[in-house]
């Protein structure tokens, strides 16, 4: 196929219509010019001018033709040339250089500079030339019957010179104009690239060069009308990366955006051209599958992106394993707009997430009810953080053998509105997702140590007090900052203090913990790992945490008796423990036979129903620090512990 021309700028548009208006006006005002001079002809009977002056008429009147079929760059060289024509019939015909027509020529440049382009103007000025040379020569030579008066020569020369400098002068001018008028041609072009460059810009994402949120909405509110119509669905899927925090804070934030960009490019190569991806921000993405006709189609394109976000990334010669947890709503069953959709696909990721991510989940009202309730919960615990609504309740830790109290597990309490006790397991998931726990954990620590400096100053025999901390605590890196303001605002010795960590805190980001663990060490605080066997129990962990005690998970504690698995891994639990000169401290413990087996397996230390249910500070004084024991006592002597086997 022929290459097509092309198209004209908006600037050359408006330059052929101004030429175009010029060349009408011109030509009315000649052909009004010429009737004139064509009546004082006739009245004259100068038939030959009349003539001549005529078929100026007629050319002027097929000029405004030709503009009007479009042909107006023809018409308008016509015309210059025709007038050129005519003038020059006019003096040959008439006085020669002494004919007023001589003064039509400057006209016709001026005409020829604002119709055409330079170039044209000076042709148009040589045959002007060449015209007063055969003049001069005609009239010399007696070509024509003018006689030649002995100032002729002259009268050319100074002809020669006036049409020189004006023509001259006329043709800068016009090439000033032109290249004025390129230069705004290309000025325009530039003006009108980056008008597209903004357009495109502010609808797409700069590093991922996906439709931005707000064409991705209209796109997909547009899918969303075309269903309307033709019945089919629209599926809004919300997909939220995993680990992109991780390689940002590992690799840097410029890797982090050649991550994103790899992202984005499997997402659009996963769907069909006419589903929409866009980014949402920050590390969600947001892909609309238009036009859905069978049940099983968003499975399937969900599947696939899990599958291929599965695969490893290659970034800046790093490998990283990725994953995605992904949200799913349908339209028109989820959701009638498309605010409504977002919403519900941003819930369902959410409990995509707490399903332990890499998965994905289609939306179901009653979702919305748990998130509605979740809120509820969080903005309750606001308020009771404000109000000092929460209580501690202590729960003692006896020394198997004896019976005698040596510490005590500081437990969080919530109490409602209605004065009954929220158990920690309905709210503290919900203030760690939030954040609060950061503040409840604060208040926690300030208030069991002040508890038991109170305890102290009553004069009570020391022991130790037990706060549990979640990771949340631990990853905002104040952790050392916090406890050594609450022991000094206590007063409370750092001995009497142990903190409580879970196994998946110290694996999350051991190196991070390492230096945390240390400085609190430094102190003097006791560190134990709470649920011990339920995480990722290993012996490399142990030594490299300085850890002093090991607490056995009570699912493990009441399943002691029903077999010789159950005992044996509990026998397990002790032996690491004593193998690295830890404590151990069994918890559950609800009856005296589970408490004599476990001092048979070496169990040090045990906490449960057995001895004492959680109590707030007035009760625990009341039956346990008063009493100066733990009831009930050991009804027999244990049997001494069997030795560590080989």
């Known amino acids: 196929m022929p290459e097509m021309p092309p ?26 010019g010429l009737a004139v001079i064509a009546l004082r002809a006739l009245v004259t009977g100068n038939w030959s001018d009349a003539a001549i002056v005529g078929a100026g008429i007629t050319t002027m009147l097929l000029c405004q033709s030709m503009n009007r079929r479009g042909a107006t760059e023809s018409a308008n060289l016509l015309l210059v040339m025709a007038l050129t024509a005519m003038v020059s019939l006019l003096m040959w015909n008439g006085e020669g250089l002494r004919d007023s027509a001589l003064l039509a020529f400057p006209a016709v440049l001026i005409s020829a500079g604002l119709l055409t382009q330079p170039g044209r103007v000076v042709q148009l000025l040589l045959a002007m030339l060449v015209v007063i040379a055969l003049l001069l020569l005609g009239t010399l030579e007696g070509w024509r019957s003018d006689t030649p008066p002995q100032a002729l020569p002259s009268r050319a020369l100074d002809t020669v010179i006036i049409l020189l400098v004006s023509g001259f002068a006329l043709w800068v001018m016009v090439g000033d ?38 064409l991705g909405r209209t796109r997909i509110e547009q899918a969303m009308a075309h269903a309307r119509r033709n019945g089919s669905q629209v599926a809004l ?32 190569e996963t769907v069909r051209q006419t589903d929409v991806v866009a980014r949402q921000g920050g590390d969600e993405f947001l892909i609309g599958i238009t036009d859905i006709r069978q049940s099983d189609m968003t499975t399937t394109v969900a599947q696939k992106v899990l599958a291929r976000m599965a695969e490893l990334f290659v970034v800046r010669g790093t490998e990283i394993s990725g994953s995605c947890s992904i949200g799913i709503a349908l339209f028109p069953d989820d959701g009638d707009d498309f605010e409504t959709l977002l919403r519900n696909a941003d819930i369902s990721v ?59 597990e500081a ?30 954990g604060e208040w926690v620590l300030r ?63 051991s190196e991070k913990f390492i230096i945390a663990l240390k400085g609190l060490k430094s102190l003097g605080i006791r560190i134990s790992i709470d649920d011990f066997g339920t995480g ?36 397990a639990i002790i032996q690491i423990a004593r193998s690295l000169h830890l404590v151990t401290t069994a918890e559950g413990i609800e009856d005296e036979a589970v408490r004599q087996e476990l001092l048979a397996l070496g169990c040090a230390q045990g906490q449960g129903y057995l001895f004492s249910r959680p109590l707030d500070a007035q009760a625990f004084t009341a039956q346990v620090l008063v009493p100066g024991t733990v009831l009930p006592a050991p009804t027999a002597p244990p049997p001494p512990p069997a030795p560590p086997s080989a």
Not at 541 to 569: C, H, M, N, T
């Open 7 to 32: 198209a004209p700028s908006a600037l050359e548009a408006s330059e052929r219509a101004l030429r175009s208006r010029r060349l009408v006006q011109i030509s009315t005002l000649t052909i009004a």
């Open 177 to 214: 104009l032109h290249r004025a008028l390129d230069r705004l041609n290309v000025q325009i072009g530039q003006y009108e690239e980056s008008q597209k460059n903004l357009t495109y810009l502010s609808h797409h994402d700069a590093l991922t060069q996906l439709p931005n949120r707000l």
């Open 237 to 268: 899927l919300f997909v939220d990366l995993d680990n992109f925090k991780a390689v940002n804070d590992s690799l840097g934030h410029t890797a982090g955006d050649d991550f994103l960009g790899q992202v984005a490019q499997r997402l659009r």
């Open 350 to 408: 959410y409990h995509a997430k707490d399903a332990g991510r890499n998965v994905f989940r289609f939306y179901d009202p009653s979702m919305n009810t748990r998130m509605q309730e979740n809120l509820q919960l969080v903005a309750g615990l606001r308020t009771a953080l404000a109000q000092q609504a929460f209580v501690l309740h202590y729960q003692p830790v006896v020394d198997l053998a004896t019976g005698r109290l040596v510490a005590a």
């Open 411 to 440: 437990l969080l309490r919530w109490r409602g509105a209605d004065g009954r006790l929220v158990p920690p397991g309905d709210f503290i998931p919900a203030a760690e997702k939030s954040g609060l726990i950061v503040d409840i």
């Open 447 to 509: 208030e069991a140590c002040r508890q038991m400096v109170a305890w102290r100053a009553a004069g009570f025999a020391p022991f130790v007090i037990a706060v549990n901390l979640s990771p949340v605590q631990f990853r905002r890196g104040t952790m050392e900052t916090v406890i050594r303001g609450a022991l000094d605002a206590s007063g409370l010795p750092a001995a009497q203090l142990e903190l409580e960590v879970t196994e998946s805190t110290l694996i999350q980001d």
């Open 536 to 571: 990722y129990s290993n012996l490399s962990y142990l030594q490299r945490f300085s850890i002093d005690k090991l607490k056995i998970d009570q699912s493990f504690v009441r399943r002691l008796q029903d077999g010789p698995q159950e005992r044996a891994i509990v026998s």
